[in-house]
């Protein structure tokens, strides 16, 4: 049984920063694992994502410069640093494993607020 577990979100002023983390287990044969997020009234968007084979990483233009996803092998963990964060940041994140054998599975969901 594959479970993801997402944590640190938050309220943070602009300019601030936050990492969010997901915990993945009971997951193998990944190809690649990142964030998305969905604001209200939007669709959800992809914000960063690693692909595993070659470990490219690939950002939204809204994004570059300031996020940075990151992974822990031993700890089956994706990471997402989240620096000079803006208004517009303001949204669900969730966290996105993909098996080429098992499939597509995501987190939770967790909210990012930034607001002064």
């Known amino acids: 049984q594959v479970q993801l577990v997402e944590s640190g979100g938050g309220l943070v002023q602009p300019g601030g920063s936050l990492r969010l983390s997901c915990a993945a287990s009971g997951i193998f044969s990944i190809s690649a694992m990142g964030w998305y997020r969905q604001a209200p009234g939007k669709q959800r968007e992809s914000v960063a994502t690693i692909i595993t084979s070659g470990d490219s990483r690939n950002y939204a233009d809204s994004v570059k410069g300031r996020f940075t996803i990151s992974r822990d092998n031993a700890q089956n963990t994706v990471y997402l640093q989240m620096n000079n964060l803006k208004p517009e940041d303001t949204a669900v994140y969730y966290c996105?494993?993909?098996?080429?054998?098992?499939?597509?599975?995501w987190g939770q969901g967790t909210q990012v607020t930034v607001s002064s």
């Open positions: 996105h494993w993909r098996s080429w054998v098992l499939g597509d599975y």
